[in-house]
């Protein structure tokens, strides 16, 4: 059975930092690119960040320089650092893996950014 778990999130605030992680098993972790996704109160779900198997990385350009997409492979464990984080960082995070037409989903983790 496959599972994702994402944990790190928390209340913080503006400038502040988190680290975001998410533990899968139940797959070859390391054939999967794994992506952070987020979502807002009444907005549509938006792809943060990704890594490919080869550890390429891109980032949406709200997030560029501040946040960190990183994976160990030993561990099957994906990270999000994010640095700077401001008010409109605030959603729930998710970590999502894909191979071909395999796609697995976290339930997610919230950040909440407030002074």
């Known amino acids: 059975q496959v599972q994702l778990v994402e944990s790190g999130g928390g209340l913080v605030q503006p400038g502040e930092s988190l680290r975001l992680a998410c533990g899968a098993s139940?797959?070859?972790?390391?054939?999967?690119?794994a992506q952070w996704w987020r979502q807002a109160p009444k907005k549509e779900r938006e792809l943060v960040a990704e890594i490919s198997k080869t550890y390429s990385t891109d980032y949406a350009a709200s997030v560029k320089g501040r946040f960190t997409i990183s994976r160990d492979n030993d561990a099957n464990l994906i990270y999000l650092q994010l640095n700077n984080l401001k008010v409109e960082d605030t959603a729930l995070y998710f970590c999502n893996l894909k191979w071909g037409i395999l796609n697995y989903w976290g339930q997610g983790t919230q950040v909440n950014v407030s002074s």
């Open positions: 139940g797959i070859n972790f390391k054939e999967y690119r």
